[in-house]
Nanobody, 115 residues
């Protein structure tokens, strides 16, 4: 079956960095578009970054210039490098794989930015 497993979350001070990973199995990873979403307490889930199967990337305005999404098709893994983290980046971060009508989600990883 399809599995998306996120890792790399944790507690970091403002201005710090984290790299999230999402390892996929059960899909032909290279043809799937991949995305990172986040959900803060009491808020709706929001798109953070997206990478097309072609490698084209897009970012939410709030993270542009600070976050970088990338993928390694040989490892079936998508990454989110997060730099200059702010307290408002605190959320559960979810990995999403989608292609045509198929969409799969990971279980999420907590990122907390606090001093």
């Amino acid at each position: 079956q399809v599995q998306l497993v996120e890792s790399g979350g944790g507690l970091v001070q403002p201005g710090g960095s984290l790299r999230l990973s999402c390892a996929a199995s059960g899909i032909i990873f290279s043809i799937y578009n991949m995305a990172w979403y986040r959900q803060a307490p009491g808020k709706q889930r929001e798109l953070v970054a997206h990478i097309h199967s072609s490698g084209t990337t897009t970012y939410a305005y709030s993270v542009k210039g600070r976050f970088t999404i990338s993928r390694d098709n040989a490892k079936n893994t998508v990454y989110l490098q997060m730099n200059s983290l702010k307290p408002e980046d605190t959320a559960v971060y979810f990995c999403n794989a989608y292609q045509n009508l198929n969409s799969y989600w990971g279980q999420g990883t907590q990122v907390t930015v606090s001093s």
